[in-house]
């Protein structure tokens, strides 16, 4: 019985052995000898590559940087650049003597950058590979992604990832499927798995008070607000596109680019002629207007923080609809840092109305006898001390006014139409928010000249009648006196 027991406690510990070491069994390429050590030969083992915190939505593929060889004799594995990247460092200045084991140490011990905007020496180098590949079409190896990671299986070596769809900007992402030696005789391949770093964007627009929607009097000056997340773009990027498109329609009349305001963070910018700079001169945008578009083109080097704040004043025009004014921005940027590829973002719109009075003029209670020439002012205020506008009727009875935000107006009768008395009365109004209508009908009755006021279709012929048998009644009692004075 002791020597089962003892035989099971053996068997069990050779098993642990073997977990813990899990030795890689080298897989290489005859056809292919390395190049630090030309007694090794390609290696052709693979291992999972991860990249967790991606955009379900994006595309990647990965490049390889460094090969893997393995000298059985000695049992040892080196590292040679990947003929793309050596052909890449041969068009540097500061790297062309760089060798493959001073890479590997840059990467082993920093496998992705902190942010999207580092100063590294490790991506300083790979993002300048990576417009190498853009620029000479270098073939990558897709990777499948599945929610918010991206996996790749890839023989042993080091690789660089980029996206190759995307709306978002990226870190350098550098990693390696390495091997590490257990007691100086075992290797074991490692996967890799690293957390993509994300610089997103995004644009808002308002009018007025923090509205996506308001309503103004033609004329009235009201301002315009947009706000932007600002991309941090990584080391050696390209293309560092990034700018306000901002369109509005021909009922809104913009006041000019030397009126546009720009702060950075919280440090409000200066506006020279257009060109929006910090206090000491620096150049941080430049802002230009082609027909109803609006753009502020910046250089996000120059910006110190992430968020934008743009402001600038506006007003409605003789051509606003009442339906609405619509006034739209989005950002334009770059989503390829690499290369010249840019990327618009979903414009943000904001809407503002204006609406108007309808006026119909008749006579008495018949509103088919139908009045020109009725001359009525407009006040926004019932002391009448801010005139609006005034209309006169056409020949169908009616007047508009347009171009009034919603609130209470203040009608006043200059002139009556021919014929009629003129109403004394102040006529209150009160125009609301419909952007179906547009307008808020008001109907107005005069009165003929001569007439006492009076409601109904029949008080002129009673008045009438009543006045002749009055006359009659009078005459005949003249007649009568005079007969009997007489006699």
Known sequence: MKNYLKKFILFIG??????????TVITVDNTKKGITDTGSYYITNKAAFTVNNVISTDSFKAYKILDAYYNENENTITYDFTSDFQSYLNTTTDYKDLKSSDYYSLSSGSITSGSTLTSSTLDKLVSGYASYIKTNNVSGTSMTVSGNTATVSLEAGSYLILPVSTAKVYAVMVGNLDFTAEDDKYWNLNDETIVAKVSETEINKFVGDNKTSADYTINEIFTYTITATVIQYPTNATNKTFKIVDTFDNGITFAGVNTINVKDGETILTNDAGVIKTADGKV?????????????DFIVDNLTSTTITVTYNASLNANALCTGNKNTAKLIYSNDPYSDGTYETEEKTTTVYTYGIKILKYSGNDKTALLSGAKIEIYSDVELSNK???VTTLENGTATFNGLKAGTYYLVETIAPTGHKKINDIISVDVVANNTTCYTDVEISNSKNGLLPFTGGNGSSAYTIIGGLLVVIGGGLMVYYRKKNLA
């Open 284 to 296: 941080v945008a430049t802002t230009s207007l082609n027909g109803n578009t609006i753009t502020i």
């Open 14 to 23: 050779l098993m642990l052995f073997t977990v813990v070491y899990a030795e």
């Open 388 to 390: 609006i506008g005034e």
